[in-house]
T-cell receptor, first 115, second 114 residues
Framework: AQSVTQLGSHVSVSEGALVLLRCNYSSSVPPYLFWYVQYPNQGLQLLLK??????LVKGINGFEAEFKKSETSFHLTKPSAHMSDAAEYFC?????????????FGTGTRLKVLA | GAVVSQHPSRVICKSGTSVKIECRSL??????MFWYRQFPKKSLMLMATSNEGSKATYEQGVEKDKFLINHASLTLSTLTVTSAHPEDSSFYIC??????????FGQGTRLTVV
């Protein structure tokens, strides 16, 4: 069985500050991990994904995440927050790199960027 | 990424009526489609999974007679909420995948039942 825990349902940062959104997973098989962003009343957009290979993954809009097997974590970071980063972020895990199997989503973290 | 079109984006209907939501893949063949429901300030709850030409597989607790899913082709899946009630009001999102692709999501449909 797989599960995802996102610590902190709400995170506030100042514009220009570091963004850190936490995600821990549980999986009995090698996991495939994803971060999605959702803007109000819209669907989910893929930010980045880890399947195999390099554990530091770079995504769109300056985001990156590092897969740490020993810590069962896949935290999302961005060096400098921008106002447009304000949104809901979801971490997800799958046991397959493709989407042919359902994803398990975390409960989401709402990011607020303060001017 | 792939383009997924979900329609309508918003719909208001009267209690007791049925509403159909369409999800189309515009540029790839979607072998598997997922329908999610999202409650306010909550995560996505998987409702059902459908493969083209097969009956949908519903998650525990989801009424298959109330939420009818049709995956008639590799580019189209529909979700029909039958005899809608106010408690069915929610945000519904479809997700499509092809062979060896990650999931691509529709823009979502805000359903309000009055």
């Amino acid at each position: 069985a797989q599960s995802v825990t996102q610590l902190g349902s709400h995170v506030s940062v100042s514009e220009g500050a570091l963004v850190l959104l936490r995600c821990n997973y549980s999986s009995s098989v090698p996991p495939y991990l994803f971060w999605y962003v959702q803007y109000p009343n819209q669907g989910l957009q893929l930010l980045l994904k880890y399947t195999t290979g390099a554990t530091l993954v770079k995504g769109i809009n300056g985001f990156e995440a590092e897969f740490k097997k020993s810590e069962t974590s896949f935290h999302l970071t961005k060096p400098s927050a921008h106002m447009s980063d304000a949104a809901e972020y979801f971490c997800a895990v799958s046991d397959r790199p493709s989407g042919t199997y359902k994803y398990i989503f975390g409960t989401g973290t709402r990011l607020k960027v303060l001017a | 990424g792939a383009v997924v079109s979900q329609h309508p984006s918003r719909v208001i209907c009267k209690s007791g009526t049925s509403v159909k939501i369409e999800c189309r893949s515009l540029d790839f063949q979607a072998t598997t489609m997922f329908w999610y429901r999202q409650f306010p300030k909550k995560s996505l709850m998987l409702m059902a999974t459908s493969n083209e030409g097969s009956k949908a597989t519903y998650e525990q607790g989801v009424e298959k007679d109330k939420f009818l899913i049709n995956h008639a082709s590799l580019t189209l899946s529909t979700l029909t909420v039958t005899s809608a009630h106010p408690e069915d009001s929610s945000f519904y999102i479809c997700s499509l995948t092809g062979l060896n692709t990650e999931a691509f999501f529709g823009q979502g449909t805000r359903l309000t039942v009055v």
